[in-house]
C-alpha cells in the first residue's frame, strides 16, 4: 500500500464530503477510492470513517489521523516546491478562487494576462460565490467581495465596489421616481432572492429598512438585471455587474446619497513559510489591475 497516496485518498474524501464526491474530486473510480480507504484502515486496525448513505464521519481516530495527514503532505509539498525551484522563479500550479460573476468579468482578464507574462505557471481557476477554505482545499489565493471576516489569512486591498439602486426609463415614465428610501414602499421591486424584500440604506448617517413591493424574485445577478432592464421594478446591484448600462441610460440610477459606503475586494490567501514566487508574483500583477478596473465601476 502506498501511504502517501492513501493519505491524499482520504483527504480528499473528508474534504468532498463523500466517498463518491472524493472519487470525483480525485478523478478516480469509485470503487478504487473505496478500496484505498479500506485498505488504509486494514493497516492502521481502526475505522477512520462512519460511512452512511449520505455523507462519511470521522471517528475520533479518524480525526486524529487527518489531522496528521494535512501536516505531513504540507510538509511534503512544501518539500516538492523547493526542490522544483517555485521559491527561485514562479512556476508550477496555482490555483485562484474568485465569486462566479465577479470573476468571469473581471478576474479572468487579469489571470490571463498573468499567464502571457509567466508562461511557467499553470492556473487553476475556481470560481465558486461559497466561502472557499484555502488551506483544507489547497487553493493558493481568493478574490474575497465585502468585509472579511476575522481569519488567519493575508490580505491586500484591490479595489472598492459600490451597491447602485437604479431602474429603467420606461419604469420610471410609468410610475415615477422615489425621491427618498421611505418613498420605495410605493414602488415594484425586484428580489434578489425569496421574498420578502428588505432593503438596507444609510440615511443621515442611520441605517433605514425599507420595504418595496416585491413584483419578481430572481437567483442569479443576470436574471435581476435583465428585470431591470426590462422595466419590471427597481432593482439593486453591484456596479460591477452594470457594464455600462448606468452611463448609456438603458437604466437609471437611483438615490446616490443613500447607498451606503463602498465594500472592498481583497486578494487573500493563506501564510505558511516561505511564500512561492508564484503566489507574490500573482498578488503583485493582480492588484493593481483590480484597482485599475474596480476605478472604472464608479457610476454617474
Given amino acids: ?3 502517501l497516496d492513501a493519505m491524499r485518498v482520504i483527504l480528499a474524501v473528508v474534504d468532498a464530503g463523500s466517498l ?8 478516480a473510480p469509485l470503487p478504487s477510492v473505496s478500496r484505498k480507504v479500506a485498505e488504509l484502515e486494514r493497516f492502521l486496525g481502526t475505522n477512520l470513517l462512519v460511512r452512511t448513505s449520505r ?3 470521522l471517528t475520533d481516530a479518524g480525526r486524529d489521523y487527518v489531522e496528521a495527514a494535512r501536516r505531513i503532505i504540507a510538509d511534503l509539498d512544501e518539500a516538492e516546491r ?3 525551484g517555485e521559491y527561485q522563479t514562479p512556476r508550477g500550479e496555482l490555483t485562484v478562487t474568485m465569486p462566479v460573476e465577479f470573476g468571469a468579468r473581471h478576474v479572468m482578464p487579469v489571470a490571463l494576462s498573468f499567464m502571457a507574462e509567466y508562461p511557467e505557471v499553470r492556473l487553476n ?3 465558486s460565490d461559497r466561502l472557499v477554505h484555502l488551506v483544507d482545499e489547497q487553493v493558493d489565493v481568493a478574490i474575497r467581495l465585502g468585509h472579511l471576516a476575522d481569519s488567519g489569512l493575508y490580505a ?11 431602474a429603467s426609463p420606461a419604469y420610471l415614465d410609468r410610475r415615477g421616481a422615489p425621491a427618498s428610501p421611505a418613498e420605495l414602499a410605493g414602488h415594484d421591486g425586484i428580489a434578489f432572492g425569496p421574498p420578502p424584500l428588505f432593503w438596507n440604506f444609510r440615511v443621515d448617517g442611520e441605517d433605514r429598512i425599507c ?7 430572481v437567483n442569479s445577478a443576470a436574471g435581476n438585471l435583465a428585470a431591470a432592464l426590462a422595466g419590471v421594478g427597481i432593482a439593486r446591484l453591484f456596479d460591477y455587474q452594470l457594464s455600462g448600462q448606468i452611463g448609456s ?7 446616490p446619497d443613500d447607498d451606503g459606503e463602498p465594500r472592498p475586494v481583497h486578494i487573500v490567501y493563506p501564510r505558511q513559510g516561505l511564500l512561492p514566487l508564484k503566489v507574490r508574483a500573482f498578488i503583485d500583477w493582480a492588484t493593481p489591475r483590480l484597482r485599475a478596473a474596480c476605478t472604472g465601476f464608479n457610476c454617474p
Fill in 249 to 255: 441610460g438603458a437604466l437609471i440610477r437611483l438615490l
Fill in 156 to 166: 491586500v486591498k484591490a479595489g472598492e465596489f459600490h451597491l447602485i439602486t437604479c
Fill in 211 to 217: 420595504v418595496p413591493h416585491t413584483r419578481i424574485s
Fill in 20 to 27: 463518491s464526491a472524493g472519487s470525483r474530486k480525485l478523478g
Fill in 82 to 84: 523547493r526542490a522544483s
Fill in 1 to 3: 500500500m502506498d501511504r
Fill in 55 to 57: 455523507n462519511v464521519q
Fill in 125 to 127: 481557476l475556481v470560481t
